[in-house]
């Protein structure tokens, strides 16, 4: 069992930046495929980020592409996702996630993940 503890989250105005840490315990996430997703108010969770235990390869979706940048310490069993020029429908609930099949391949399916934070809030004011 893998153990994921979001950090990071609160309020920022239209164009600032954030910092998400997700620490891991339990287990090394070192062979782990790690991601971020995120799900606001009235809407389906949905795929941000991912990062790669092999290389590592990142992935994002076409919505934060080059604004945000997730990366991993597997020295410190950690994750994180820096935010910049966020806007105010990146407003959401943002859960990291561990993707534990024995694969280099990032899937961008909410399903896909077999481990969760319990989420940190972001929200963005304009």
């Known amino acids: 069992q893998v153990q994921l503890v979001e950090s990071g989250g609160g309020l920022v105005q239209a164009g600032g930046s954030l910092r998400l840490s997700c620490a891991a315990s339990g287990r090394t996430i070192n062979r782990y495929i790690m991601g971020w997703l995120r799900q606001a108010p009235g809407k389906e969770r949905e795929f941000v980020a991912a990062?790669?235990?092999?290389?590592?390869?990142?992935y994002y979706a076409a919505s934060v592409k080059g604004r945000f940048t997730i990366s991993r310490d597997n020295a410190k069993n950690t994750v994180y996702l820096q935010m910049n020029s966020l806007k105010p429908e990146d407003t959401a609930v943002y859960y990291c996630?561990?993707?534990?099949?024995?694969?280099?391949?990032?899937?961008?399916?909410?399903?896909?993940?077999?481990?969760w934070g319990q989420g940190t809030q972001v929200t963005v004011s304009s």
């Open positions: 990062v790669s235990w092999r290389t590592p390869s990142t």
């Open positions: 996630a561990a993707d534990a099949e024995a694969t280099a391949v990032i899937s961008t399916r909410v399903t896909s993940y077999d481990y």
